[in-house]
């Protein structure tokens, strides 16, 4: 199989309209350690997308689009059409690889569901980073990447607080507001008090580190005169795996795997995971002190 030294994958070539020449492939594949990466990346995302595209499925996600059935056994009952398609789609385009996988492979064909089929795919993800069809999977899976973000996260804006404003004698506290399809170089984290304290969303992991939780009134004053030393209660932050991708800029997909295998604490509300900012926080850190 001819491998050519420029990377076919999806985010290379999607690279060229903005100016971005195409990185060179590592050996035996046709695609660059980047767009390998996301490819893997974006099929692991997708297994998740697809049960977050089943909780809003009866259209209880906030902001969802709720459409009634027209007949069936239950009329009248919420549902959402986009998340019904996306999940369709979605075993319908992994469906299609892990057969063409299968054929050329001579192995058995992964049962028809969208997890199985995710790990089949992942089991042979080198394989099809080496085929001539690298291009077109690159492309079909981060476009269904994108299908599943939108019909599993429906809210145009919403809003995560972020902990107190860092700067000294402030007493604002620090949001950043994500509006879906925004254009803008990216979110910006705001002082809901003196919006002249604000970040970009870049800066969120040194940001972070400044910000110390605050000391109860009594606590800090019994401090300040020497009579205690009590030290303060940290408050935890807790954020879901868009919110950390968006504030460490970080695929989807490497959250999920990230939080799988670093154990990160979490909690579930209301169908959603949220992990410890904490835990996301030190990973971080390790690997940016790896690099």
Aim: aromatic share 6%.
């Amino acid at each position: 199989m001819t491998v050519t030294a420029l990377c076919h994958g999806e985010g290379c070539r999607g690279g060229r309209a903005d100016g971005r020449g195409r990185r060179r492939t590592v050996q035996g594949s046709r695609l660059c350690r980047s767009c390998r990466d996301h490819f893997e990346a974006g099929l692991a995302e997708l297994a998740h997308l697809y049960e977050e595209c089943g909780r809003v499925l009866g259209g209880g996600a906030p902001g969802s689009l709720r459409e009634r059935t027209t007949g069936g056994e239950h009329p009248g009952l919420p549902f959402n059409a986009a998340a019904a398609d996306v999940r369709a789609r979605m075993v319908s385009v992994l469906g299609s690889w892990s057969g063409l996988v299968a054929q050329q492979r001579g192995c058995a064909s992964p049962p028809r569901a969208a997890a199985a089929l995710v790990a089949f795919l992942l089991r042979n993800a080198d394989w099809l980073a080496a085929h001539s069809a690298a291009a077109e999977v690159t492309e079909e899976i981060a476009r269904l990447v994108r299908a599943g973000r939108r019909a599993a996260f429906p809210d145009p804006t919403r809003t995560i607080r972020l902990g107190a404003c860092p700067e000294p004698d402030c007493p604002g506290g620090l949001a950043l507001a994500v509006r879906a399809g925004a254009r803008s170089a990216g979110p910006v984290i705001v002082c809901d008090v003196d919006p002249g304290h604000r970040w970009t969303s870049e800066r969120w992991s040194d940001l972070s580190r400044s910000m110390e939780p605050a000391r109860p009134a009594g606590i800090a004053a019994r401090a300040a005169s020497g009579t205690a030393a009590v030290a303060p209660v940290p408050t935890e932050r807790w954020l879901t795996a868009a919110d950390i991708a968006r504030l460490w800029h970080a695929p989807t997909g490497t959250v999920y795997r990230l939080a799988s295998e670093e154990r990160w604490r979490r909690r579930n509300r209301a169908g959603r995971t949220y992990y410890s900012e904490t835990d996301v926080r030190a990973c971080f850190s390790r690997r940016a002190a790896r690099n």
